[in-house]
């Protein structure tokens, strides 16, 4: 048995023992949440425009959030229960169909997709004081490592973290991931660097701080370490200013990030154990040591309906970004983390424009447009640089009132362009969703 597997079974002995205890029953949230995702991917630069995907899925996400037992320790217990039920085929995989399955759904042994696909996680809990410990499956949203929910159902990870808050205008995270159920995936899978690496990790370390110096200026700063690949740091202000009639958000963020254990080796990196560097005369992507500084700024003006935004990103040293990436669909935290691409190459530079608006004042609310363009230049390549670049559009609209009072549409809309190892590609994303309490 693993620890996390007997910490959990402590967790569900002291939670039978109690679970009549005021709080925990009585405090407890159920929710069903129905997304039905339709995908539709068109990659442009193959032999006669094949390897596309149309693909077509019902999910159900299931999350229950129980209370606390009484008492100066309170335990608790979360759970999720994810299905995914196919609605189109997407393909059947052979050579004579150019559309490829494998977007949302899980692929049998014949390369079909399957028809349906789930998942689940229990998380125990227990809080004393302003400090939280939580152990089983986790959906972190850091700056070093965040889940995925791009698709039918959200990424899943599975280990221990601790949260506290004792300090006033202060937060103290620490945890450890052990292996992750991916968003298109119901199999326990280990942890990896993206791109060329061919071995996982089964050990990340992280643990940061989030101090409100004022109600408008946020400082971070967060450690991550994927056992035998990397050590990242981060340093993170976000700032809230008002400027004539609106206001001005600044976004700064500086990624630090260098090589750990076997990365740090030649005999380590035989063995896969690599990071992204250039691209090669092959145009295939070398596998090299962790070594890379990764900064940005987002600055978005907002005024009335209107928000404008301008951004930088620019990525330094031998290697790409280093993130969690399991390869079934991966989140960074980045500006240029968008629909299709990353912009995270080793060496690229990345301009970012953006324009949303909102309609409520002209008699549509819950209605909102943004589109947003991003261009990349300077990745690291034999021969010269390269560049690329991606267009976003995507409309929601959430209705405000009526029985279906919360139904979501969002349609997303995005080409990516360039002449790096991407494939040139156009997508579209049509999304329905609604949460429904249960408890």
Not at 5 to 16: D, E, T
Not at 45 to 50: G, H, L, Q, R, Y
Not at 143 to 168: A, C, K, M, W
Request: glycine share 12%; aromatic share 10%.
């Amino acid at each position: 048995m693993n620890k996390s597997s007997l910490a959990l079974a402590v967790a569900f002995g002291v939670l039978a023992q109690q679970a009549g205890a005021a709080g925990f029953i009585e405090d407890s949230k159920a929710t069903l949440g129905l997304r039905n995702f339709y995908y539709d991917l068109n990659t442009k630069d193959t032999a006669n425009n094949s390897s596309e995907a149309n693909e077509w899925g019902q999910g159900f996400i299931f999350n229950y959030t129980s209370g606390y037992t009484a008492g100066t320790v309170g335990f608790g217990l979360d759970a999720v229960g994810l299905l995914g039920v196919k609605l189109d085929a997407g393909g059947d995989g052979d050579s004579t169909d150019s559309r490829k399955p494998g977007q949302l759904f899980p692929l049998d042994s014949d390369g079909t997709a399957v028809d349906d696909y789930s998942k689940a996680g229990v998380t125990g809990k227990v809080r004393l004081s302003k400090t939280e410990g939580r152990i089983g499956t986790l959906q972190p949203k850091l700056p070093v490592v965040t889940f995925n929910d791009g698709r039918l159902l959200p990424q899943l990870f599975e280990g221990g973290q601790v949260t506290s808050s004792e300090i006033d205008n202060l937060t103290l995270t620490a945890g450890q991931l052990e292996h992750t159920k991916t968003r298109s995936s119901t199999d326990d899978v280990g942890l990896r660097i993206a791109g060329t690496s061919s071995v996982d990790s089964n050990k990340f370390y992280y643990g940061g701080a989030d101090y409100k110096i004022s109600k408008d200026l946020l400082a971070q700063y967060y450690y991550g370490e994927l056992d035998n690949f990397y050590q990242q740091h981060f340093l993170g202000l976000t700032h809230n200013l008002a400027v004539g009639p609106g206001a001005l958000k600044s976004d700064l963020r500086y990624f630090h990030s260098g090589s750990d254990g076997k990365n740090g080796s030649v005999a380590g990196r035989d063995e896969g154990f690599l990071s992204q560097g250039e691209i090669n005369a092959a145009n295939k992507v070398t596998g090299v040591e962790v070594d890379n500084d990764t900064w940005s700024a987002l600055f978005t003006y907002t005024l009335g309906s209107h928000a404008l935004s301008a951004g930088y990103q620019q990525v330094s040293g031998d290697s790409a970004f280093p993130f969690l990436n399991q390869g079934d669909g991966s989140t960074a935290y980045l500006i240029t983390d968008r629909q299709i691409g990353k912009f995270l190459s080793a060496g690229e530079r990345t301009w970012l424009a953006e324009y949303g608006y909102d309609f409520t004042k002209v008699g549509a609310p819950g209605l909102k447009a943004i589109v947003t363009y991003l261009s990349g230049d300077n990745v690291d390549a034999v021969g010269g640089d390269r560049k690329e670049w991606e267009r976003d559009f995507r409309l929601d609209y959430t209705l405000q009132d009526g029985a279906l009072k919360g139904l979501g549409v969002s349609w997303r809309n995005a080409s990516l362009r360039g002449n790096t190892t991407a494939n040139d590609q156009d997508e579209n994303r049509l999304i329905v969703s609604y949460t429904l309490p249960i408890l």
